[in-house]
């Protein structure tokens, strides 16, 4: 890979770590997602369960539906993915009916993510569309957001927990 392709991979990760932000904003976990086709954003999104009260609300579907909605298409062929997490089941199926080309995660996901880590959703036999896989691009400072979000969390499930000395 060349290191133009690099620096645009970066450049696209920076605009889902924006999205993640926004999704922490929120009260949301901080998973931020950008689909891109031909060096131009065509969708963009951010967890948004709790906001919406949908449980399919991941920023993937999010950025999903915005790209579908802005092109008129819920095909989606020659496009790429950007995302801060590594996707789960759910995600994952979505971008293989969406005809996604390539997806690119940032960091893995020990709980649930099946691209690379808990398992290896796309190298099935029976899928009709076939999704290229990059994972890495700027996968510490993804894992970082992650951390410290679910950190801060605790402290204040803690907090709240804790008797009141007044």
């Excluded at 709790?50 to 999010?62: G, K, R, W, Y």
């Excluded at 989606?76 to 590594?86: A, D, H, K, M, R």
């Excluded at 993510?113 to 290229?132: C, E, K, L, P």
Aim: charged share 25%; proline share 4%.
């Amino acid at each position: 890979m060349s290191n133009s392709e690099n620096q645009q991979d970066e450049q696209w990760m920076r605009l889902a770590l924006e999205q993640a932000r926004m999704a922490e904003a929120v009260g949301e976990v901080p998973v931020g997602a950008v689909l891109v086709r031909d060096g131009e954003l065509i969708g963009a999104g951010h967890n948004r369960v709790i906001t919406d009260s949908d449980p399919s609300a991941h920023a993937e579907v999010m950025a999903l539906r915005d790209a579908g909605k802005r092109q008129n298409n819920y095909r989606l062929p020659g496009s790429t993915l950007y995302v801060t997490l590594e996707p789960c089941l759910m995600c994952a199926g979505v971008l293989v009916h969406a005809r996604v080309e390539k997806l690119v995660f940032s960091t893995n996901d020990p709980k649930t993510g099946v691209i690379a880590t808990v398992d290896h959703a796309f190298d099935r036999s029976y899928h009709n569309h076939q999704v290229t896989v990059m994972s890495g691009v700027l996968a510490e400072e993804s894992a970082q957001l992650l951390r410290d979000f679910f950190a801060r969390r605790r402290a204040r499930a803690v907090h709240s927990r804790l008797p009141d000395n007044n």
